[in-house]
C-alpha cells in the first residue's frame, strides 16, 4: 500500500554566498535560519539521511551533486542494540544543505517525513532550486571555501578547520556494546554507527570512548583498537594522537578508518595536508598495491596522508586511482592499518566490509602469539 502523500509549506528565497563574493540565489525547504560554515560537495546518489548525520560533516555546509534529492524521504530513528538502524549518529550534523531539484512528495514504504520537514524540526536551513553544477565546478576549480546561507539577516562566515570540532561530535562517557571475549576499544572521534554495527555484527565487545579518553592509564582490557572517522585537522586531535602512539609503542593492533588513518599516520611519524576539495561520495575508486585489485568506496574526507613522509615500517595499502592520494596505509607487523575510505560503506557498496574481518584475523594472531 503506497503511503500518503505529505505536503509541505510554501518555499521562501534565500541564498548561499561564497567567501569569494559570488552568491547563489535558491528557495528554501528547511529551516528558515541562517549558517555559515566550510562548503563543500558530495557525488553520492543515494543516502541522504546516512549522509547527513554522519560527524564528519559536521560544521560543514553541503552541497549534493545529485540532481533529485528527497524523493524517498526520510525513515523513522529506530535503534539496535543501543544505536541507530537508520542513521549514522544521534543528530544532523551538516550547518546546511543545498541540492538542485527537491521532491517535497516522497514515496517509500519506510518514509516517515520529508525531507524538508525533518531538517526544519532540527533547525537546519536546505536550498534547492541552486545549480549545483556550477557550484561543484566552481569549488573544483578554486577549492573549498567557506560560505553562509543567508536569509533576511546576515552571519559571520565561520572555519570549522580552525575549531576543536572532534570534541564536539564525541561520546561524553564510555558506553559498551556487547560482551563478548574479544574486546576492543573504539576512540570516538565523530564514529558512524555503521562501523560499531559492523564491528559487533563480528561477535565482538566494543567500549566505546571519549577521543581524550585515558585509554592507558585504565585499567580496562581489550584486544584491539579502532580509532573513527571525524571531522575537522587531524594535527588538532592531540590526546587521540597521544594514544595512537602508546598503542603503537605497546604493539597494541590498531585499525584506523577515515580521520583515523590519517591519525595513525601522524601517531608513527608521518604527514597530513588538506586536500583541494577533499574526496566526499560512495563513488570512489581505490586500488589495492600489490593485488591491483580495485575497489569502489564510500568517503567523506578533506584532509589525507602525505605520501613523502610514509613513517617507518608502513607502506601504502590503498591508493586513490582518480588522483593517486594515500587511501590507506599498513605496517609490516601486521599490527596497525588503517584506510582512508569507509570500509562499512553506508550508503555505499560493502565490498571492503573484509578490512574488520582482517584486522580481527591480526588480533587473534596476536593473542597467540601472546600466550605462546
Excluded at 151 to 180: C, H, M, Q, W
Excluded at 351 to 362: A, N, P, R, S, Y
Aim: charged fraction near 25%; hydrophobic fraction near 35%; aromatic fraction near 8%.
Amino acid at each position: 500500500m503506497r503511503r500518503k502523500k505529505i505536503k509541505e509549506k510554501e518555499p521562501c528565497r534565500a541564498r548561499l554566498v561564497l567567501e569569494d563574493g559570488s552568491q547563489w540565489h535558491g528557495f528554501s525547504f528547511g529551516a528558515h535560519a541562517a549558517a555559515a560554515g566550510e562548503v563543500v560537495f558530495n557525488t553520492g546518489m543515494v543516502g541522504y539521511p546516512e549522509t547527513l548525520t554522519d560527524p564528519s560533516y559536521h560544521g560543514q555546509i553541503l552541497c549534493l551533486t545529485y540532481p533529485l534529492v528527497g524523493n524517498y524521504g526520510v525513515p523513522s530513528d529506530r535503534t539496535e542494540a543501543g544505536i541507530s538502524s537508520a542513521f549514522e549518529s544521534d543528530r544532523i550534523h551538516v550547518k546546511a544543505l543545498v541540492v538542485s531539484d527537491y521532491s517535497d512528495r516522497p514515496y517509500h514504504r519506510d518514509c516517515a517525513r520529508t525531507l524538508g520537514r525533518w531538517l526544519a524540526s532540527r533547525g537546519v536551513p536546505a536550498l534547492y532550486g541552486v545549480d549545483t553544477r556550477a557550484l561543484t565546478r566552481r569549488l573544483r576549480r578554486f577549492g573549498t571555501m567557506l560560505g553562509k546561507i543567508v536569509f533576511d539577516t546576515d552571519v559571520e562566515l565561520y572555519d570549522p578547520n580552525r575549531d576543536d570540532v572532534v570534541s564536539k561530535v564525541s561520546i561524553g562517557k564510555p558506553v559498551r556494546y556487547g560482551d563478548a571475549e574479544r574486546r576492543l576499544c573504539l576512540l570516538d572521534c565523530g564514529v558512524k554507527h555503521g562501523i560499531i554495527r559492523c564491528l559487533l555484527k563480528r561477535g565482538v565487545s566494543v567500549l566505546r570512548v571519549p577521543h581524550d579518553y585515558p585509554v592507558f592509564d585504565e585499567k580496562e582490557k581489550f584486544d584491539g583498537i579502532v580509532i573513527s572517522n571525524g571531522p575537522g585537522d587531524p594535527k588538532r586531535a592531540g590526546q587521540t594522537l597521544e594514544t595512537a602512539r602508546r598503542a603503537i609503542d605497546g604493539k597494541v593492533p590498531v585499525l584506523g578508518i577515515c580521520l583515523g588513518n590519517q591519525l595513525l599516520a601522524l601517531a608513527a611519524g608521518g604527514d597530513t595536508y588538506k586536500l583541494k576539495y577533499g574526496h566526499r561520495g560512495q563513488n570512489q575508486p581505490c586500488v589495492e598495491t600489490g593485488t591491483e585489485r580495485c575497489y569502489i568506496t564510500s568517503q567523506n574526507h578533506g584532509f589525507a596522508v602525505s605520501r613523502d613522509l610514509m613513517p617507518r615500517g608502513f607502506r601504502v595499502w590503498f591508493e586513490n586511482a582518480n588522483d593517486g592520494t594515500v587511501e590507506g596505509i599498513r605496517h609490516r607487523s601486521g599490527r596497525f592499518m588503517s584506510v582512508q575510505f569507509h570500509p562499512e560503506a553506508s550508503a555505499g557498496p560493502y565490498d571492503t566490509e573484509f578490512i574488520f574481518d582482517l584486522f580481527l584475523e591480526k588480533i587473534r594472531e596476536a593473542r597467540k602469539g601472546a600466550h605462546a
